[in-house]
């Protein structure tokens, strides 16, 4: 085995010299060969120990470095559309379809940079990188769907957030993290961070998070956080915990990486203040010294997408993630069955990964994901709390991994925005990893603790006695606020499948967040009423009457916006119109709870036919419009300029749009006369969807087959 020096030197090392590989979200089966910024240093000796808060971590150890290790699905997503404040959760989940040339991509540590890049140089696969990993996925797919934070609510029953987030009572405030720290500590730096939040908070209806200095020389602890706005703070940090002024030098893998864990933090818990702590590198000493630095900044949750392999000699730093009044979460890693630290400490929440579907509205369903992390470490003791009282979990020979799951497939991933160094422009990706289920459980602790603050209880800090202890071992309880993740593996071991009660990929499963949070805190979570979104269809000359679909879990009063002169909403929840007028209209229904003050609110598409003064072959506005379109064909390389020939059935005005474009393609519409034109095609066999949408609202689609052969 060679070993090298920060610059490159071969260096002559014993053969008892360890090569801890450090990577971010786990990924602790990879090899030096795989990871072309890993080092390596000597197995350290009684003169060789580097102090790290309280505790000691051998020089060897210390000086490895990670790598971001979050999934990014090989495809630049169309950008989603607009959410409106307190609506219900479109029940139209997003897929796109991978172009073929990008399937057999490895997603580990992929950026928007890397991804135009591959596509520029037709490159159709990266075998030298394929993931070697034994897990077994349960399925595979060309097809990639992603959740909006909306989605991922309802899919985990988080509280629906309120229309609007000012007035809010503090019990209200608090089930959106209000009051608390989540510290995300990154290597590198990502300068577009809160430019990338904003974009990801606009496009979702998210509170904006007004960006707050932390100075050098700032008192510590920080004060409590803000009580009704989130706050959003950037902070470079020593080895040794302290802060300093310099800014690490930019990495785009590691700045994916920090805005899906800002971002998606924000989403579970929107009121929480983020403290983004950026580390010098990605070595060892750093990423703890970024986590001793969480600790002198007071109060909170840290939560860390990395890890590397276990030593016996890791658990000298242990008292690092021992500190009062915090909680440590942790990413098991991405490359199947196998046990990362530091997510195999005892004081640190492991938190893997599931496949999650969930259609838009009603229950989801979850298997394990092939690529999470879990297993029994090799030298943690067996947690008190890792009882044969335990569901599932028999006797544990030493500590075992996952605690908790939540999504990470980025096949199922959820939405990040990223901008590259550079540029202005949003880039929206669907990104997984149990990087990404980490920073969402950090947002659950958070939300748990303000609701145990307002009920007059202590911050949960280490939770693993009130998870296994206190939940799972009280069957109802257990199979309330737990989902049991029964299905699906992340390797050939025999304790490698989803088992009923505890496994080793998804520990005690994922969250049934508003049981979860109520039993967590003693205070029941309040829901605001959910105002389901519809089509109406009406007549000129014809009354136009229908009821609004709400649940709630008190009484509501209505109100419209955006309504046309003369409709009108009961307090029954019955829209009446006496005298329609021709168009379409977008009312929005707004459902206030009697009781707990929320409001709901979902949008009804009111389409009002023209009438007419016979009943002889007129054709109905339901009618959809039948769209034929021909195919596209070109040679891989050289510049492709071709029409789409549409022809519609039906007259009058008509929409067009078009989904499932490869990158670089581009499109000029004008009437039914559309323009493709794509100047470095790549061979491959791709799919448009083009959808003709008439006046009356209704539209069909039609397939256009697309193919590229090469030279």
Known sequence: ???????????????????????????????????????????????????????????AEAQQYA?????????????????????????????????????????????????????????????????????????????????????????????????????LSIAQAAQLGAGQTIYIVDAQHNP?????????????????????????????PLATASSSACELSIVYSTSSGGM?????????????????????AHATAPLARIVLIETASASYDNLLGGVRLANNLGPGIVSMS????????????????????????????????????????????AVGGTTLTYSGSGARSEVVWSSTGGGVSQYVATPSYQ?????????????????????????????????????????????????????????????????RAVNGKAALAAPHAALYTNISTVA????????????????????????VGYDQATGLGTPNSASLLSTLSGLTVQTAPVVSAATVSGKVGTALSFTVSVTASNAVSYSLSGAPSGMSISSAGVVSWATPVAGTYSVAVTAKDSVNGLSGQGVYSVVIAAGSTT??????????????????????????????????????????????????????????NVVVTWAAPVTGSYTLKLTATDSSGASSAASIPVTITAR
């Open 1 to 59: 085995m060679q070993y090298f020096s920060r610059s490159g030197r071969l260096l002559a090392l014993p053969l008892t010299c360890i090569a801890a590989l450090l990577s971010a979200c786990g990924g602790s089966t990879e090899t030096a060969s795989t990871a072309s910024t890993t080092l390596a240093a000597p197995l350290a000796t009684a003169s060789t120990i580097l102090q790290l808060d309280d505790g000691a971590l051998p020089a």
């Open 67 to 167: 790598q971001p290790s979050y999934h990014m699905a090989p495809v630049l997503l169309e950008a989603p559309a607009d959410a409106v404040a307190g609506a219900a959760p479109s029940a139209t989940v997003h897929t796109q379809t991978v172009p073929s040339q990008f399937r057999r991509l490895e997603t580990r540590r992929l950026t928007v940079d890397a991804l135009r890049s591959v596509q520029a140089n037709r490159v159709a696969s990266t075998d030298a990188d394929a993931d070697t990993s034994s897990a077994t996925p349960l399925a595979t797919t060309s097809t990639v769907v992603t959740y909006t934070p909306a989605q991922i609510r309802a899919a985990y029953g988080l509280p629906t957030l309120p229309a609007s987030f000012t007035g």
């Open 192 to 220: 577009n961070v809160a430019a990338e939040l904003a974009a990801f908070n606009s496009k979702f209806s998210l509170p904006t998070c007004t960006t707050k200095t932390i100075a050098t020389t700032a008192s510590l």
């Open 244 to 264: 300093t002024s310099s800014a690490p030098s930019y990495d785009s893998g590691w700045a994916t990486e920090i805005a899906l864990d800002v971002q998606w």
């Open 306 to 349: 990395f890890g590397g392999s276990e030593t016996s000699s890791l658990s000298s730093a242990d008292s690092v993630f021992g500190v009062a009044n915090m909680s440590y979460l942790a990413a098991t890693g991405d490359s199947g069955a196998g046990v990362s630290w530091p997510s195999s400490s005892a004081k640190v929440l």
């Open 387 to 451: 009882s044969t009282a335990v569901p599932g979990m028999g006797t544990a020979v030493r500590r075992t991994v996952a605690d908790v799951a939540f999504n990470a497939d980025p096949n199922s991933g959820q939405y990040v925005a990223v901008i590259a160094s550079g540029s202005s422009t949003v880039k929206w990706t669907s990104v997984g990893g149990t990087s990404l289920a980490t920073p969402q459980w950090a947002g659950l602790v958070a939300v748990a603790n303000a609701l």
């Open 476 to 499: 109802g309880t257990y199979a309330s606020a737990f989902a049991d993740i029964t299905k699906g593996s992340h390797g050939s071991c025999s304790a490698c499948s989803g088992e």
């Open 615 to 672: 009943t002889t072959t007129t054709k109905t506005s339901s009618t959809p419009p039948v769209i034929t379109a021909t195919a596209l064909t070109g040679v891989a390389g050289r510049p492709l300029v071709g029409a789409i020939g549409v022809k519609v059935s039906t007259s009058g005005n008509v929409t067009l749009s078009i989904s499932g474009a490869p990158l670089g393609m581009m499109f000029t519409v004008s009437g039914m």
